[in-house]
């Protein structure tokens, strides 16, 4: 099996006394105006992910970008920019999703013997879908 390409990503960390999002949900822009992915509210996943009265958003990007661009992103996804906004950190991980190229095929899962599954999202697909799909494919091979 020829090893996978991994893509980079870069997790930024902005804390605000501003509410911009309200529910729990990971939210994406579907037109891909910019660098971000998606971005989810930390304190509404759970209150204690952020000081009281704050709120930390947790932003996705998967190409390389500054502070600027992560900014000017978030204002066309949220209408306009708290103030207070504040980066805390941003964290690069160079190896974080397998790279899927077009038209590249992969099996969902392998099995290597009777006993003895592989699982993962560098086999199905880089996400956390892929990762949990690849895992219920094995699993059932493993029960039939």
């Given at each position: 099996?020829?090893?996978?390409?991994?893509?980079?990503?870069?997790?930024?960390?902005?804390?605000?006394?501003?509410?911009?999002?309200?529910?729990?949900?990971?939210?994406?822009?579907?037109?891909?105006?910019?660098?971000?992915?998606?971005?989810?509210?930390?304190?509404?996943?759970?209150?204690?992910?952020?000081?009281?009265?704050?709120?930390?958003?947790?932003?996705?990007?998967?190409?390389?970008?500054?502070?600027?661009?992560?900014?000017?992103?978030?204002?066309?996804?949220?209408?306009?920019?708290?103030?207070?906004?504040?980066?805390?950190?941003?964290?690069?991980?160079?190896?974080?999703?397998?790279?899927?190229p077009p038209n590249h095929i992969r099996s969902n899962?392998?099995?290597?013997s009777d006993e003895l599954f592989i699982a993962g999202?560098?086999?199905?697909?880089?996400?956390?879908?892929?990762?949990?799909?690849?895992?219920?494919?094995?699993?059932?091979?493993?029960?039939?």
């Amino acid at each position: 099996m020829v090893p996978p390409r991994f893509n980079l990503s870069t997790t930024w960390y902005f804390a605000t006394a501003e509410k911009v999002q309200t529910d729990s949900f990971l939210m994406v822009d579907g037109e891909s105006r910019g660098p971000i992915v998606n971005l989810i509210a930390m304190d509404q996943v759970c209150s204690t992910f952020a000081p009281p009265g704050m709120q930390l958003l947790s932003i996705t990007t998967l190409i390389p970008c500054n502070e600027n661009e992560v900014k000017a992103h978030l204002r066309l996804m949220i209408g306009k920019l708290p103030k207070d906004l504040q980066l805390i950190k941003e964290y690069h991980i160079p190896r974080s999703l397998p790279g899927f190229p077009p038209n590249h095929i992969r099996s969902n899962f392998l099995q290597i013997s009777d006993e003895l599954f592989i699982a993962g999202d560098y086999l199905c697909g880089p996400s956390q879908n892929g990762a949990l799909l690849s895992g219920r494919l094995a699993a059932e091979a493993a029960i039939s």
